[in-house]
T-cell receptor, first 114, second 117 residues
């Protein structure tokens, strides 16, 4: 596609439920990144996939968070047993190279845990 | 230590005037890239400008320029002739390592710019 697509755009879930957030990167982009942005805050790195290499999971805040990337394309971020502090906008980005225009962001998924 | 520091949580500027948004960074990697993004209230992240660590000239893109002072590890964004549509959050970010590695970006906390008519 023309850009990075994320779905759903908004998600309201009850505390304790599991959620799945989807990211469809730009076709051919080898690297995919997940970030979290809490209200009024900067972007917090969560996880990064690069080609066939093992993902960099160093930013995942707890073992309730996991992500996978199937076939080197679409990625799913899963949050198990959601908590209210998980409420945030989850942004996905993809890149071919980390050069001057290499990072394209999706519009994000706004997650609200009630 | 913070890798990217933006010390101005909020700023006002008069329409048509220039404004400088501060960014300092910390890295020991000789190869890195610095980015500025704009995030309007709609939430999208809009790429503005990029500076590579080996670039000799300061980057410019239209009304945006990056004041790159390598020895001081600063990469301030200058917006000339501010417009009302420039009101947004601005984020400075850094990629450590060469551009072909696809390494992640680390972001600063952002500066909210408000342009007054």
């Amino acid at each position: 596609g023309a850009g990075v697509s994320q779905s759903p755009s908004n998600k309201v879930t009850e505390k304790g439920k599991d959620v799945e957030l989807r990211c469809d990167p730009i076709s051919g982009h080898t690297a995919l990144y997940w970030y979290r942005q809490s209200l009024g805050q900067g972007l917090e790195f969560l996880i990064y996939f690069q080609g066939n290499s093992a993902p960099d999971k160093s930013g995942l805040p707890s073992d309730r968070f996991s992500a996978e990337r199937t076939g080197g394309s679409v990625s799913t971020l899963t949050i198990q047993r959601t908590q209210q502090e998980d409420s945030a906008v989850y942004l996905c980005a993809s890149s071919l190279f980390g050069g001057f225009d290499g990072y394209t962001f999706g519009s994000g998924t706004r997650l609200t845990v009630v | 230590a913070q890798k990217i520091t933006q010390t101005q949580p909020g700023m006002f500027v008069q329409e048509k005037e220039a404004v400088t948004l501060d960014c300092t960074y910390d890295t020991s990697d000789p190869s890195y890239g610095l980015f500025w993004y704009k995030q309007p209230s709609s939430g999208e992240m809009i790429f503005l400008i990029y500076q590579g660590s080996y670039d000799q000239q300061n980057a410019t893109e239209g009304r945006y320029s990056l004041n790159f002072q390598k020895a001081r590890k600063s990469a301030n964004l200058v917006i000339s002739a501010s417009q009302l549509g420039d009101s947004a959050m601005y984020f400075c970010a850094m990629r450590e390592g060469p551009g072909n590695a696809g390494n992640m970006l680390t972001f600063g906390g952002g500066t909210r710019l408000m342009v007054k008519p």
